[in-house]
């Protein structure tokens, strides 16, 4: 794998100003955007939207890092983000109106499509319970100046930091007649986020109005807009959100019925086992994902891991899962691209796309075996009776028991992601 870039600067960084030291007697250490750029660009070496971005020396210290100025940062023992809380399965439709022509809801390339298609076909009135909303204030601009606690992970105390005209990045705002909500909107699944992208905004627009400020975290990925609410319980204390709400909705037709996943059973051809490690990715959504990402840009193993929420280890196990099912490449030079057969599924509508993916799992045996063994039962198999199934089914380079368990958990959730498909 290349050297990682962040890694090294920070390496440098922790060296010439013994930070460690200087956290272990002062409990921070603040540090300049002048002082990083000496070894790294200030916006590529401080920007970690997820506790698998932070660099090794940060993660095994247990440090994070915090804007406090346009130009400072502080670093310390704080618990900087926060858990996606289990979605809803549910999915709310709803539809564009037919005067937009524009707007296609089967091709969204960015975040803002998304939030465009959101607003327009009326998911964000129905989510913030206000139908009289506008799009107002989006994009960069000052935090103006706050004071908060947060708290201190390594034991139970909490620090005070101030904050003054930190720059801040707001996706979207809606404002009706009751409140302003405050988006921060992505296209990647990931386990946690930093919920500094919802405080600073919610801190500064808090002092600005008058009116209740929600804070929504909005993703978006394979059809579906996922909404989650978070209400700050103490405004001065960065860690006291909690969810609120969380709705899953769609645009497209979603109802795929059990007939249809039957029918892939039976008429599939099975074909022989790629000459390619077998998957340990056990959320296939994320294996979407990942073809999602890809599909916009080309990407080495360190931009998958510096970038999305994924260590290094789990880039290696996602991308190869996703290279098993034909859906993702893997060029001389190092960079993974989706190929023409995975670019041919994600411009497919949600329906066929689903059941295009299903295909492509089912069409290896070990898949249709255990799918077969869920209609004979009602349940999905145990793990030892994967086993069972895997070791008839001529896997490639699995030999130990350790590895086949762990492969067989992947295919235990695969199978458990085909079924929940089943809506009608």
């Not at 209400?231 to 969810?243: A, C, D, G, I």
């Not at 969380?246 to 497209?252: C, D, F």
Request: charged residues 25%; glycine residues 2%.
């Amino acid at each position: 794998m290349a050297e990682n870039k962040n890694e090294t600067a920070w390496q440098k960084l922790f060296k010439k100003y013994d930070i460690l030291n200087c956290v272990k007697q002062d409990e921070i250490f603040e540090i300049s955007a002048e002082q990083i750029k000496e070894f790294r660009e200030p916006r590529l070496m401080a920007k970690f939207d997820h506790k698998n971005n932070l660099p090794k020396i940060f993660s095994d210290n247990k440090l994070s890092i915090l804007p406090i100025t346009r130009g400072e940062y502080v670093i310390g023992n704080f618990d900087c983000y926060h858990e996606f809380e289990t979605v809803n399965e549910k999915i709310f439709k709803f539809s564009l109106p037919n005067y937009i022509q524009s707007l296609d809801c089967e091709n969204i390339f960015s975040e803002t499509i998304a939030l465009n298609v959101a607003f327009a076909s009326g998911i964000i009135a129905d989510f913030i319970e206000d139908e009289n909303i506008i799009p107002t204030v989006a994009g960069r601009m000052s935090s103006g100046n706050f004071n908060f606690k947060i708290d201190n992970h390594k034991n139970n105390s909490s620090y005070n930091l101030q904050v003054q005209n930190s720059q801040i990045e707001i996706d979207a705002a809606y404002e009706g007649v009751k409140y302003l909500a405050i988006f921060e909107a992505k296209r990647e699944i990931s386990e946690d986020f930093l919920i500094r992208q919802l405080y600073y905004p919610y801190r500064m627009w808090r002092e600005k109005i008058t009116k209740p400020v929600k804070t929504i975290f909005f993703v978006y990925s394979n059809g579906i807009y996922r909404l989650y609410e978070y209400k700050f319980e103490n405004p001065q204390n960065y860690n006291s959100l909690r969810l609120i709400k969380q709705k899953n909705y769609s645009v497209e037709d979603t109802t795929i019925n059990l007939e249809e996943i039957q029918n892939i059973l039976r008429e599939i051809e099975i074909k022989p086992e790629p000459q390619i490690p077998f998957p340990q990715a056990n959320s296939f959504e994320r294996v979407i994902n990942l073809c999602e990402l890809l599909n916009k840009n080309e990407l080495t193993d360190d931009e998958i891991t510096e970038n999305y929420d994924f260590n290094a280890r789990q880039t290696g196990y996602y991308t190869r899962a996703a290279m098993y099912l034909n859906l993702v490449q893997k060029s001389n030079s190092g960079k993974y691209s989706i190929t023409d057969f995975g670019k041919k599924i994600l411009n497919l509508g949600f329906k066929q796309r689903q059941l295009s993916y299903c295909k492509c799992i089912l069409s290896h045996k070990v898949f249709a075996d255990t799918l077969k063994k869920y209609f004979e039962r009602g349940e999905i198999p145990s793990i030892k009776e994967i086993f069972q199934i895997m070791e008839k089914s001529a896997l490639y380079k699995i030999e130990s028991t350790n590895t086949y368990e762990r492969r067989a958990s992947t295919i235990k959730q695969w199978i458990s992601w085909i079924v929940r498909l089943i809506n009608e």
